[in-house]
């Protein structure tokens, strides 16, 4: 690894923290044998390869980590809303790093967007990390890249498991209000809503369940669940909804209040938000409706409420499967600045 030389990296663990560094080196050589050249295939579309940036940018995922590591110590909420702003990137014509881009003259960007406005976090972090690259590496690292690792490191931060992250994303050249509100699960879905906007996506059933297990953190606000408050299914937890009702009528702008998606264990990725859902305690409509409106998804979930090392390895997989949904053809490119396209 290289020093650790540069004024804007965070505090003394911008050197990579030992435990860092082994867990670099053991997913690195595990993948040793799946290591391509990231380049373009005959079609043009991208072609994703581990360990992509071991010459051109070594420092590359530690000093991700280092950043992410900073902002969770300070803000353990964090952790959620980075692994949120890569869901909400790949959902929207792969993981391009569209949602890091803001309104221009030639489009709307998807900040805007419903299942975005006031509801992202993390924009300022990933513009810090990206002014360490662009100093250290220049040009090399894309925006989309960096999503894709803070979001590994966030899991990895909260007790959650590591994966290899696949590189070699390319940057969008624009980004989709109309897609980000199309595309993106909404918090009210039923089974086969969220079915059919995964499958558009690229991913099955059993990655859709694994993949709402990142609600085991976060928090959400109570305009995001006023509808199961009003009218859950007949097998809700009656005293959980009336918690809810309380919280959200404590304040006088109550949909601006917020609740934690896992109210058990709202920092840590764990299987809680399973056994959760078993006692009808999911705080969306759309998570709870994956054990009350399908014996698949059902299924599933008891699985994953049983035992934790089930529901990482699931979730490990689905999110190589989500991280490695790539659209971009030529035009793609590496973002100097996350917010906007290159001049």
């Not at 003259?105 to 690259?133: Q, T």
């Not at 959980?240 to 209040?257: E, K, V, W």
């Amino acid at each position: 690894m290289g020093s650790c030389r540069h004024w804007l990296l965070p505090y003394s663990a911008a050197c990579c923290s030992f435990c860092m560094l082994i867990l670099l080196l053991q997913l690195m050589f595990s993948a040793a044998n799946e290591t391509t050249t990231g380049n373009y295939s005959n079609n043009n579309v991208i072609m994703l390869s581990f360990g992509l940036y071991v010459d051109s940018c070594p420092e590359a995922e530690p000093i991700v980590f280092s950043w992410v590591e900073k902002a969770v110590s300070e803000d353990p909420r964090m952790a959620a809303s980075l692994l949120r702003l890569h869901f909400h990137d790949c959902f929207v014509n792969g993981c391009d790093a569209s949602v890091l881009l803001d309104d221009s003259e030639n489009f709307m960007g998807e900040k805007s967007a419903a299942p975005n406005a006031n509801s992202l976090r993390g924009f300022e972090l990933i513009d810090a990390i990206k002014a360490d690259l662009e100093f250290l590496c220049p040009t090399t690292v894309s925006c989309a890249d960096i999503l894709a690792i803070a979001a590994r490191d966030s899991v990895l931060l909260s007790g959650g498991p590591g994966w290899q992250v696949q590189m070699g994303r390319r940057d969008s050249v624009s980004a989709s209000k109309t897609a980000a509100n199309n595309n993106i699960p909404g918090p009210n879905s039923d089974v086969p809503t969220l079915l059919s906007k995964f499958q558009a996506a690229g991913l099955s059933l059993q990655d859709m369940v694994a993949l709402s297990g990142a609600h085991t953190m976060g928090k959400a606000r109570c305009s995001t669940f006023s509808a199961r408050i009003a009218a859950g299914p007949p097998d809700v937890n009656l005293e959980f909804l009336q918690s809810l009702q309380q919280l959200c009528s404590s304040q006088a702008d109550g949909n601006a209040t917020l609740a934690d998606l896992d109210h058990v264990s709202p920092t840590a990725f764990d299987n809680q938000y399973y056994v959760n859902l078993l006692s009808g305690e999911g705080l969306l409509g759309s998570d709870q409706a994956l054990v009350a409106g399908s014996d698949e998804t059902r299924a599933i979930i008891e699985a994953y409420a049983a035992d934790v090392g089930v529901f990482f390895e699931g979730f490990r997989q689905a999110m190589v499967r989500m991280g490695s949904l790539v659209q971009l053809q030529e035009e793609g490119q590496i973002r100097t600045n996350c917010r906007v396209v290159n001049s």
